[in-house]
């Protein structure tokens, strides 16, 4: 299976507590992907990091990537209750049609 | 600006009607186009994607299919529902390139 995990399933943290949130896969990747999706919404692009990338930032936002594990982290500091959501990694694959295959996410509260 | 438009939001279908959801996207042209499922508390699971008109690639063998009869149309059917088709249904498009995808807003779709 293309499909990896995630981990924790699920976190509950307080308010400018870190978070920090897993993705392991299987199979080569070409990039890795993070989104974001409040209950009952639509996803959002938070980050993407390229396979020949180790570590980026954006904002409060830090993703690194071990492609000999195979695995990445999200890491979210000084997190807000308005960071409450589920937060899914992506695997993407350019020769699948630029395919995104998802993991089944880590759903966050944080806690005021 | 580019926006992603799905409709209708929510859906209570019985067993055996047909299906049609549709997804439209404005602002570009000529995007890759995706459809996924989401059940409950679960990540996403790709069903359809397309890179191009009349052109649709399936990845799950199921009782959907899809058309994308315009550009930036983009349809998901179905001829008899089953109680198992209930969920989430969220397209979105990409440019290709990285792959970094832009989701609608979903429909919520529940098969009585």
């Known amino acids: 299976s293309q499909q990896g995990e995630e981990d924790p399933q699920a976190l509950s943290i307080q308010e400018g507590e870190n978070a920090t949130m897993n993705c392991s896969y299987k199979t080569s990747i070409n990039n890795l992907q993070w989104y974001r999706q409040n209950s009952g919404r639509g996803l959002v692009h938070l980050i993407l990091?390229?396979?020949?990338?180790r570590e980026k930032h954006s904002g409060r936002l830090r993703v690194t990537l071990d492609t000999s594990k195979k695995s990445s982290s999200l890491l979210i500091t000084a997190s807000r209750a308005a960071d409450t959501a589920s937060y899914f990694c992506a695997r993407f694959f350019y020769n699948q049609g630029g395919k995104l295959i998802f993991g089944q996410g880590t759903e966050l509260s944080v806690k005021p | 600006s580019q926006t992603i438009h799905q409709w209708p939001a929510t859906l209570v279908q019985p067993v055996g009607s047909p299906l049609s959801l549709e997804c439209t996207v404005e602002?570009?042209?000529?995007?890759?186009l995706y459809w996924y499922r989401q059940a409950a508390g679960r990540g996403l699971q790709l069903l359809f994607y397309?890179?191009?008109?009349?052109?649709i690639s399936s990845e799950v063998p199921q009782n959907l299919s899809a058309s994308r009869p315009q550009d930036r149309q983009f349809i998901l059917s179905s001829k008899k529902l089953l109680l198992s088709d209930s969920g989430f249904y969220l397209c979105?498009?990409?440019?290709?390139?990285?792959?970094?995808?832009?989701f609608g807003p979903g429909t919520r779709l529940t098969v009585t």
């Open positions: 990091i390229r396979s020949n990338e």
């Open positions: 397309s890179v191009g008109i009349g052109q």
């Open positions: 979105a498009w990409s440019w290709g390139g990285d792959g970094e995808q832009y």
């Open positions: 602002g570009t042209s000529n995007p890759n």
